[in-house]
């Protein structure tokens, strides 16, 4: 009898197992939806580049993932070869390669070479992400840093020399990217860099780097972005200037030299090391003046739009794992699924993830309208302002939620969530931790936020955006909505400027809670615009019940208790969308 149940439980799990889907795009019936609003004609054309993307995560990527990550597996210091000399050479596990091999052969980082691709980009690295950081999704995201500085900033002889590398889809030819600016005495205080750059001797225009840099992922890159400053440089953030540091010089390891590869919690197949600069050759990129502002508004703009996007990749395939698990186990005579508080759990992790997706696409598709405007001189540098906040308050948001998304599918598959050969979701957790703390901690980006409203009015763009996108919804069904999402505009207006108005103390311990607002606003209104659209084409989705969930879950203050539709909300978002 009792053998009978365990072959019985055995079965059920190996049925989770092949349940899961060979092709995230085909099972990812809202993306496909998102994607066909945000690209029209264009889904169609790129549908061939998706679904390679999407069938290679399911697949491969998969598989290697897990064995690049294990313990085991993971990279280590080779700082000489047998003879002595010097290569600071990072050695990764051959399943590390493979599975850059497929990254690259996405054509993630080479679309980006056609401007207003940022979506197109985004969608590959969100399939990618289906396997958490996976050693790959921060060189890639650091790449896309470089390419777009390189286009923003770069010079006529940069660009010729650096970009067709670094579009390239082959692996093994390609050119890839870091980004050095935490330095020991802190990460989120820039102002506090100390790293040197004194103009070289004998080379006009190039220049040497000295000091420490603390956190320096993907150190095994070929071409690092540095920030340091120039010997006589003001102090603050007014003195720093960025700079290109190859990899190597004429064939020699450039002047740095690695002192240890960071033992870290998640990120783990990607190596991160501490390291001293000592005089390594470099050339600035873009005016050595303007460095601050390339950072924040080229570099960590394109990494906090990419942790974002891998937040929602994470978060995706959290939901993927415990949805399908809640429907094959078992427990007190039928599918846990049925069990209305595990329906609960699924049906916010699929609220959260909707919401996280709604809003990155439209930041991703925002930017492509940039981009193109850009091209054709029409660009408005509102849009841009507004982009920005959207940007910080996105990848806070997104980091937040992705974590406790995954907590929550760790819960629902109980003991086994928790470990590491039953699932990925112990390594997704890790990973989610390090997407809440680098690019921006929580703290930095909402004190940017308070900075950039009070110094600079960039509110006011953000606000006219969102009241934009509120015109913009005008299906008769969604009047209830409009009127909510109406009311939120005005309280969040009001609390924005309650702010301002106050004492810097005061709106310092209140800015994040505002910034929770913000969200909220930005999220419900996000999904409002898909669920206009799916009306407007008459699609039949499930889109009306999530918005409707999203409501009531985060927004409404009104005790769930109380609410008859609550539970009928659960049940169609959890149980009637299997996918
Ligand atoms: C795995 C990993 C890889 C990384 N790779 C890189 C890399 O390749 N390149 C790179 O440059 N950096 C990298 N980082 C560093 C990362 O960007 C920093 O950790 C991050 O910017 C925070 O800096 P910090 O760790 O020094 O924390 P601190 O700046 O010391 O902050 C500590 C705490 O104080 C809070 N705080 C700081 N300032 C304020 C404020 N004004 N108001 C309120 N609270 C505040 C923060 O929110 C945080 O909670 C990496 C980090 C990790 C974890």
């Keep these: 009898m009792s053998e009978n149940r365990n072959q019985q439980a055995r079965a059920s799990l190996a049925a989770w197992q092949a349940h899961k889907p060979t092709d995230y795009l085909q099972a990812d019936s809202n993306v496909q939806r998102v994607l066909q609003m945000h690209l029209g004609e264009g889904y169609s054309r790129h549908l061939p580049l998706l679904r390679k ?37 990072v050695v990764f596990h051959p399943d590390y390669h493979e ?48 390419i777009k500085l390189l286009q923003q900033v770069g010079s006529p002889e940069q660009k010729k020399r650096y970009l067709p590398q670094l ?26 860099i100390s790293c040197v750059a004194v103009a070289d001797a004998k080379v ?89 502002r390339n950072l924040m508004s080229i570099v960590l703009d394109t990494s906090r739009v990419h942790n974002a996007i891998a937040a929602c990749g994470l978060m995706r395939r959290a939901c993927i794992e415990a949805q399908a698990y809640a429907r ?38 925002m930017g492509d309208r940039l981009a193109t405007d850009k091209a054709t001189g029409k ?50 957790y890790r990973d989610a931790i390090v997407l809440e703390s680098w690019e921006g901690t929580h703290n930095t980006l909402c004190a ?10 960039l509110h006011l763009p953000w606000l006219a955006d969102l009241s934009d996108v509120l015109s913009s919804i005008t299906h008769s069904s969604l009047q209830v909505h409009r009127s909510r999402a109406a009311r939120l505009l005005s309280d969040t207006e009001a609390r924005i400027e309650r702010l301002l108005s106050s004492e810097a103390d005061y709106a310092s311990l209140h800015i994040r809670t505002v910034v929770d607002h913000m969200c909220a606003l930005n999220n419900y209104l996000s999904l409002l615009v898909e669920l206009d659209w799916e009306l407007s084409q008459n699609i039949e989705s499930r889109k009306a019940l999530l918005v409707d ?15 008859p539709e609550f539970h009928r909300l659960i049940q169609g978002v959890c149980m009637k969308t299997a996918r």
């Design 53 to 89: 993307a999407s069938m290679l995560s399911a697949s491969q990527m998969d598989r290697l993932a897990i064995n690049s990550n294990r313990d085991e597996n993971l990279p280590r210091l080779n700082r000489f070869n047998g003879i002595g000399e010097r290569t600071e050479e």
């Design 99 to 146: 599975l850059g091999t497929c990254v690259w052969d996405t054509g993630v980082l080479a679309v980006l070479e056609q401007p207003g691709n940022e979506l197109l980009s985004g969608v590959l690295s969100y399939f990618i992400a289906h396997n958490g950081e996976a050693g790959h999704a921060c060189p890639v995201a650091c790449t896309a840093g470089l």
């Design 167 to 192: 579009f390239e889809t082959d692996y093994a030819k390609r050119l890839y990217g870091a980004q050095f600016v935490t330095e020991v005495q802190g990460g989120s205080d820039v102002a506090a």
């Design 204 to 292: 006009r225009g190039q220049y040497r780097i000295s000091g420490e840099k603390w956190f320096c992922s993907v150190i095994d890159a070929g071409l690092f972005v540095l920030a340091a400053r120039p010997e006589g440089a003001p102090v603050g953030t007014q003195g720093l200037a960025l700079f290109l540091v190859p990899r190597t010089v004429d064939g020699e390891v450039n002047d740095f030299t690695i002192r240890r590869l960071k033992y870290k919690l998640g990120t783990r197949s990607m190596a991160s090391a501490e390291v001293d600069f000592n005089g390594a050759l470099a050339e600035p990129i873009g005016p050595l003046e303007e460095g601050f």
């Design 328 to 365: 094959q186990r078992t427990a007190f005579g039928k599918p846990i699924i049925e069990h209305a508080t595990v329906a609960q759990i699924l049906a916010r992790m699929k609220v959260i993830n909707s919401a996280a997706v709604a809003t990155t696409f439209r930041l991703l598709a």
């Design 379 to 428: 660009a408005s540098d509102k849009s841009a302002e507004a982009r920005r906040t959207h940007v910080n308050i996105n990848k806070y948001w997104t980091s937040i939620q992705c974590t406790r998304v995954i907590r929550d599918a760790i819960e629902v598959l109980g003991g086994n969530g928790t470990i590491e050969e039953f699932s990925v979701l112990p390594r997704l």
């Design 448 to 457: 940017q936020v308070l900075r950039d409203f009070a110094t600079r009015s």
């Design 549 to 563: 969930l999203y409501y009531f879950m985060f927004i409404d203050q009104a005790d769930p208790m109380d609410n």
